[in-house]
């Protein structure tokens, strides 16, 4: 019995090595490799750092990179990085980039276009984050606050989503 509690003992602590190996590992690997442009660049835009090359960075070449640095009682949590296809739904594209960056200020209606502050109410781990209320519980049920006024058609209809880059 001593001798099979021992090896559950010694099992726990290689998986919990194993684990934090390959957590380093990831760390050290996805470091650098995408940076912020601050040079004549709006906040929230990323590009590739020529010294680190990685398809995330190649992507924010050629197409738009968000971020938003995620809080979790005053410390930070993470980054998520956005990949924004312009080309495929420009409108919905541009209303995102600018609710992400904050540069359209307030509305007539005074809602802050911004998800600066906002809440996740939903979380998948592995899987996806549902949030980003910029009527901060303020609208009515249905009401849809955008940079374009309200809401707005779709362009998206057919779009299929096959992976998720996690780092």
């Known amino acids: 019995m001593a001798m099979a509690l021992n090896r ?9 090595a194993a684990l934090l190996a390959i957590v380093a590992f ?3 690997v996805g470091y650098g490799r995408v940076t912020h442009s601050s040079a004549g ?7 590739r750092n020529s010294a680190t090359p990685g398809p995330e960075g190649r992507a924010c070449i050629s197409h738009i990179c968000v ?4 809080m979790f009682a005053d410390e930070l949590a993470g980054r998520i990085i956005f990949l924004l296809y312009e080309k495929k739904a ?3 594209v541009e209303n995102f980039r600018s609710l992400a960056t904050g540069e359209r200020g307030i509305n007539e209606k005074g809602i802050i276009l911004h998800y600066k502050n906002t809440t996740f109410d939903r979380v998948v781990h592995g899987l996806l984050v549902q949030g980003g209320d910029i009527m ?3 609208g009515k049920e249905g009401e849809i606050a955008s940079i374009y006024g309200g809401k707005f058609r779709s362009e998206t209809d057919d779009a299929k989503f096959d992976q998720v880059m996690n780092e």
């Open 8 to 16: 559950d003992k010694k099992n726990a602590l290689v998986t919990v």
């Open 26 to 28: 990831v760390q050290i």
């Open 41 to 47: 660049a709006p906040n929230h835009i990323w590009q």
């Open 67 to 70: 971020f938003f640095d995620v």
């Open 90 to 92: 420009p409108k919905t």
């Open 136 to 138: 901060r519980g303020k």
